[in-house]
Each structure stands twice: as C-alpha cells, then as structure tokens.
C-alpha cells in the first residue's frame, strides 16, 4: 500500500527510506533533503508524535553517519573491543593485543567495502580523512571539553580517532604517531583531572607502539622503546593497568627491525628479546624470536646467521620447557635461519645450511613443522651462490625432495617459478655447451607438471643461460627470446614485457661473441626499446642499456666508435630531463666511455682524463659518483695505449691520486694490482730517444716501488718489468743485465714465473744471461712445466702450458 498509495505523507515516506538507504552515498546532502521531506510529512500525517520521534532519530543517525562516513555504523554503541579502552563498565578487562582491539571495526569496514568500486574507496577514504581531521580538530581546537568534564561519547570518539590514526601510520611522510601520542595525552588530562571512570590501561599504549612501529618517520623505533621504559617505570610505581604485555614489547621489536637499519636494529632487537626472557612477568613468544631472526637474516652482522642459528636452539629449548604452542618454532623460523645461511657470507656456509635442512626435515610429525616452497627455494638459493662441485647436484636433490614432498601430500612445498628460476640459472653457471639444453627441458617439464607459467625473470634468466653457455649461437638464440616477448606483450601478456635487463644482456651477448655487427645490432635495439615504450606502453629505457649500447661500441674496432659514444654520452647527459625514453648517465656510464677510449689517441686518453675529473667533481656532491677503481685504472690503460708522449709521467700521476683519494675516504678508488700493471705497462711502451726511455723507466720502478709498498706484484708485474727493461734499457746494457736479474730472481722467490715472464726473458736477458738464469738455452721451447715448480706456484692464467718461444 505504502507504493500505491497517492497520499503526500506516504510519497514522503517512501523518499525517506529510499535515503535511508542510500545515505551513505548521499552523505551531505542526504542530511538536508531528510530534514526537509520530514518537515513535509510533519505537516501532513496525522500522527505528529511518531513522525516527530523519527525526525529526532533520523537526525542523530544522519548525525553520526557525518562523523563517521558510515551511516550503518552508530559511534554511540559500544563495540566488544571497547570495553577496557573507555569507561570502565564493572568487568574486569582481558589483556589483548592492540592488533585485535580492533578487529570487529575492521572486519565491518571491509565487509562494507568488498564490492565497491576504486572510485567509490577513494571517495571513502576521502570522507574517511576528512572524518578523521574535522574530529581530531574538534577535540583540540576552540570550545573543547576541559579536562574532566569529557561525555562518554567523546571518549570513545577519542579511542575511534586513535585507532583510525594509528592505521595510517605505515603512510609515506604519515605524521599519525604524533596524532595518536597527542590523543593519548588529552586523556591523560582527562583521567588525572578526575575523571575516575575513564580506563587507561596497556592496550591503548599498545595503539600507540603500534602506531610507530608502523611508521616510517626517522627515530620512531627509538620514540616507541621510550614509550614501552615508560609504561614499564608507571608498572613498576604501582599502576598495574599498563604492565608492558608481550604485545608492547613485539611493537617495538617491529619497530626497529623496520626502521632501526641492518646495521643498529640487530643488537637493539636482541637485547629486547633478551629482557623478555630474563623478565619474571612476560615472556618471549614465537613472534618476538621470528622477528629477532628476520632482522639477523636480514642484517650485515658477519655472525648474523650464527647468531640465528643460536635463537633457534633457544626457542626449541624455551619449548621444550613450557610445551606451549606460543612457544613452539614454526617454519617460518627455519627459513629464517637457512635464509642466514644461505646468503653466503660465511666461509663454509653451504655445511651449516645444509645440516639445518637436515635437521628439519628429520623433525618428528608431532613438531608440525614442514618444509615449505620457501624453505626449498632459500636452500637452493644458497648452493646456487656456492662455487662447490658439488653445488648443481645437491640443487637436483634438494628439487627432488621437494617435488617427493608435494607429491605425498605436503601442498605447501608445490615448486613455483622461484624454483625453476633457481634450477635453470645453477645450469647455466656451468658454462656447458650442453647445459642450456638440459636446463630447457627440465624448465619445459616443471611448468607443465606445476602450471607455472614463465615471467619476464624466467625470459630474463634463459637468456643469460643462452649468453654463458658459449654456443655460437647464442646471439641468434637471445633475439628470438626477445622477439617473442615483444610479440607476446604487444598481444597483451604484461608478464612478458622485456626490461632493462632483457635488453642489455641481448645486447651483451652481441658483443661477447665478437659479431661483426654488434655495435650497429646494439643501436636497433635501443631504438626498439624506445618504440616499444613510446607506442605500447613498454618499460623505459634504463642507463644500463645505453652503458650495453656504449661498451658495444668501445668493443668494437670501427674507427668511428669513439666519436659515437662521446654523441651518446651527450644524448644521455642533454636530454635526460626533457626526454623520458633517455636516462642519465650514472659512474657505469662514465666508465665505459673511459674504457673507449682506451685504444685511441692522445686526445682520446686526454677526454677520458677529463671523465675522470668529472666524476671526482660529481663524487664530491653524490657519492654514487665517486670513481672507483676500475675508474682510474681505465684511464691509466687510456695513456698506456695512446700516443701521448708523456704516458709514463700521466700513468704514474693518476696512481697517485687513487692513493691520495683512498686516503681521503673513497675506498673504492684503492689501487689494485691491475692498476699497477696498467701503469707499469704505460711506462714500458714509451717511444723516443735514450733519454726519454731511461726517464720512463725511472718512473716504471716508482710505480713498482708504490705497487709493493700498496699490493703484491704478481707474474703480468714481473713480466712487464722485464719489457721495460728490454725496451727502455737498451743503451745502457750494465744496468739493463742487473735490473733484470733483481726482477726475475724476485719472480723466482714469490712463484711468479708465467708465461709472460718466460717470454720477456727472451727479449730481456743476453743468450749467456737467459742460461745462467733460466737453465735452458735462449732459442729452447720452453713452458712453465720445465721450470721448477717453486717458480711458478702462484701463477693463475689461462692454459698453462702452451709454449712460449715466439
């Protein structure tokens, strides 16, 4: 009747519930429309009473639904996890996490929110927002309650705003810790002005640990620990309603495992898990323990891992002792621990992780405790990083394990892509030529048996599979794996679309097996790579394919290879800011211009001097400019293999300056070994009358004097010396002979003598000179087999053996 009826005050009525319903969407103006259709029906129904009755509950219900931005929720009742955060109601309180307090709110604000649009949860989280910063200004601004004298509904509204605060914590540049501490004080003023019925007890300080613990702000771990040394000094004055519970201590765990850094959270961590286990009111829980372990996983302690390994055993013995569940390691733990491990930062690691995993799966079934896809995956990871013999074969069976696992029952340990991900790239560490084939097949069989499908990591991976296998065609290979997933993203596979990565290693493999046409192959590609992000929504392109594009080019033997990648350099440096498909340059950029420059003129080693300044200029600004090593040394090859007539002087110039800016704090421009011979090299190809080689010379034994006070000279050291003294000493012949009985006697007693060394001999020395020294006649073949082997202990190079006479 209320649908047919033709009666103003039943059309009225039917509009009413019509908002009532929809009230939330109408919001605002829902309130006003209400008001006004109810003064209608006032003034045309009969019964004036009950409409007057719900004009007055329409408004309190229109009234909390703009508070709260929800009008099926009424601030005014009060929920079950209330009870203990507001006026005492004659119970005694359960102790509870703050995470739970509230938990009913939760679940009702994502029951309301599971099918609604994005563009209706941005609308909430506006209103939300909006709710949220009216209300805490209403507490706080002009005309507020004074201390004592806040309602009940004022309160709870307090313990609402604190729970709703504390939720955005975890939100970039989020100043909500503040808000929440604030709340927290004005009830504080509240309770210590009289107001003997409101209840402060440990779980809204949990809300506030649990509001920095969240947050990202600098010192929130630090504030949070104050925090808990105050509850615990209130505690120990005789205020037991906010004695610290495991939850309070487990905040501020978190807290610093997420903010206290790799390098300050470890002891922190520890030591507040270590006053828990010594406190006589509370206990570490499994929680605490997992994550003190996730922070040792996670640090860059040297010990960390044997350090986890420790709070292991201890929680298998705090459960032993007490057989609760709360207790009990779960497997969460034990991957923590492998993870430790299985990082490879300790000598010997692989025996260590291996034996835990072991020892997990020899667990007894009443533990519960079973291996799971992660606990595979973090093991298999660890022997990949292993340069053991044995590593690709315990990778098999630790797979073969876990697929025996899965298959009786155990879904938890089902292969993922992870895994196979994990399988293909111990093939491909093998360098066989037939390995890439083997790691296809078993890929090819794991995703159909588990239907994984393969990613852009799982692409990414055959491709460097393809790339170290050293099959001819590899180049060939890599190009159709990326043909393919430009093809499969163009048709809409996202989960194939190529990468930085993707393109710079095809790149790479272009130039490893000396193509011909590398450059000019790397140039399409980085042309492809724009196009696809200009036209089809690809990735952008990354420094590292430009750096891929320039080394190409510095590989290559085209004469106009340097003059390209000074142009490149200069695209990247010009138009980065103006064009989103170019990146800027980082120090791998500089490097390898440097590294270009390295077979070309006076010019070109003096433009890669000029790199060098530029990057110890942008060093002192940003620190990820700072040259390194690899930086400077490029730079001395740059000199040794110019023209430059002052290459001997420049080399020796650039070693002292490494010296001088590892002296000043740039550790990663420490001189090598390698730098030294670059420079000693340099000094050893100088041209020019007797006086300029002797000169060089001079400066070759600085260099060597430097090299032995800085490192250790190693065979191509000794080698090069001896070409210095077969070039540069051969107008004074005295001291020619001398210097190179020093320099090979001293190859002698450090077990240097190399190939290398053998071959200058037969340059350097005199026929009678060569036999006294070598014991063989000069025009003998000889090899390093034929010297004694004290002579050549420490050598490493390539194909020992092959003969050394010219």
Not at 544 to 563: E, F, G, H, P, Q
Not at 727 to 755: P, T
Request: some cysteine; overall charge neutral; charged content about 30%.
């Amino acid at each position: 009747s209320l649908t047919t009826t033709s009666e103003p005050s039943h059309k009225c009525g039917l509009v009413l519930l019509a908002i009532e319903l929809v009230g939330e969407t109408l919001y605002f103006a829902g309130r006003q429309a209400m008001t006004m259709l109810l003064v209608r029906w006032l003034k045309c129904s009969p019964n004036r009473a009950t409409c007057w009755l719900l004009f007055l509950w329409s408004q309190f219900h229109m009234g909390t639904a703009l508070v709260t931005g929800k009008v099926r929720v009424i601030s005014t009742r009060m929920r079950e996890s209330d009870t203990g955060l507001g006026y005492s109601q004659g119970t005694e309180n359960v102790d509870e996490d703050s995470s739970s307090a509230s938990s009913s709110a939760q679940s009702q604000d994502q029951e309301g929110s599971r099918f609604l649009s994005y563009d209706e949860i941005d609308e909430r989280e506006k209103r939300h927002m909006e709710w949220m910063l009216r209300s805490t200004s209403d507490l706080f601004g002009e005309g507020t309650e004074e201390p004592g004298n806040m309602s009940e509904r004022s309160v709870l509204l307090t313990f609402d705003l604190m729970r709703a605060w504390s939720k955005r914590s975890c939100k970039r540049e989020s100043k909500a810790p503040h808000v929440v501490e604030r709340l927290l004080q004005r009830l504080l003023k509240e309770k210590d002005a009289g107001n003997e019925r409101l209840k402060i007890n440990t779980a809204v300080y949990n809300m506030v640990l649990e509001s920095w613990a969240n947050s990202r702000e600098e010192g929130s771990a630090e504030r949070s620990e104050e925090i808990l040394m105050e509850m615990e000094r209130m505690y120990e004055q005789g205020n037991p309603d906010v004695r610290p519970h495991e939850a309070s201590y487990n905040a501020v765990i978190k807290a610093y495992v997420k903010n206290g850094g790799r390098t300050i959270a470890p002891p922190k961590v520890a030591a507040l898990v270590s006053r828990m286990e010594r406190s006589k009111i509370l206990s570490p829980t499994r929680r605490s323990y997992n994550l003190l372990l996730y922070c040792l996983a996670n640090s860059s302690l040297e010990d960390a891992a044997s350090r986890a390994e420790d709070v292991l055993h201890r929680m298998l013995e705090q459960y032993l002792k007490t057989d609760s569940p709360l207790d009990k390691p779960d497997i969460n733990s034990y991957n923590q621990v492998l993870g430790a491990w299985a990082r490879g930062c300790n000598k010997g690691y692989e025996k260590r992780m291996q034996t835990i995993y072991e020892e997990l799966l020899d667990l007894p079934v009443c533990m519960d405790i079973r291996p799971n896809t992660n606990t595979f995956n973090a093991v298999m990871g660890g022997w990949l990083k292993s340069d053991q013999p044995s590593a690709l074969s315990k990778i098999k069976e630790i797979l073969q394990t876990m697929e025996r696992c899965f298959d009786e029952g155990n879904k938890q340990s089902r292969p993922d892509s992870v895994t196979i991900n994990t399988i293909s790239a111990a093939w491909a560490k093998t360098q066989d030529a037939v390995a890439i084939e083997k790691a296809m097949e078993l890929r090819s069989s794991l995703e159909k048996k588990y239907d994984i499908k393969p990613d852009r990591v799982s692409h990414n991976i055959i491709v460097d599979s393809w790339c170290k296998s050293g099959r001819k065609d590899s180049p060939e290979q890599v190009m159709e794996i990326l043909n393919a997933m430009e093809n499969d993203f163009k048709d809409g596979i996202i989960s194939h679309k190529p990468d930085g990565y993707t393109y710079s290693s095809v790149i790479g493999c272009f130039t490893k097996f000396r193509r011909p046409n590398a450059a000019l192959k790397a140039e399409d590609l980085l042309k492809r790579m724009k196009n696809l992000y200009h036209h089809a929504g690809g990735e952008p392109v990354s420094a590292s394919v430009y750096n891929a594009v320039i080394n190409a080019w510095a590989s290559s033997r085209s004469l106009k290879s340097s003059k390209r990648v000074k142009q490149l350099l200069n695209e990247m440096e010009e138009k980065h800011e103006t064009d989103p498909s170019i990146p800027a340059p980082n120090r791998i950029t500089y490097n390898t211009v440097i590294k270009a420059m390295r077979d070309g003129t006076a010019d070109d080693a003096a433009f890669a001097e000029k790199m060098l300044h530029l990057l110890e200029s942008k060093g002192a600004e940003d620190m990820d400019f700072l040259p390194d090593s690899y930086s400077y040394t490029s730079v001395v090859s740059a000199y040794g293999r110019s023209n430059a007539e002052n290459k001997a002087e420049k080399a020796l110039e650039i070693i002292e300056r490494m010296l001088s800016a590892t002296h000043k704090g740039n550790i990663g421009a420490n001189p090598t070994v390698h730098s030294f011979n670059a420079a000693l090299n340099a000094c050893a190809f100088v041209r020019g009358d007797d006086k300029a080689k002797e000169a060089a010379f001079d400066v070759a034994m600085k260099v060597y004097e430097l090299l032995r006070v800085h490192d250790k000279p190693d065979h191509t050291s000794y080698g090069t010396l001896l070409r210095a003294c077969s070039v540069l000493l051969a107008a004074d012949k005295k001291r020619k002979e001398e210097m190179v009985d020093e320099i090979f006697e001293e190859a002698c007693l450090n077990g240097f003598v190399g190939r290398l060394v053998l071959t200058q001999m037969k340059f350097a020395a005199s026929p009678e000179q060569y036999v006294r020294l070598v014991g063989h006649d000069q025009m003998d073949k000889i090899t390093v087999r034929d010297v004694p082997r004290s002579w050549s202990q420490n050598v490493r190079e390539k194909a020992r053996g092959a003969p050394t006479s010219m």
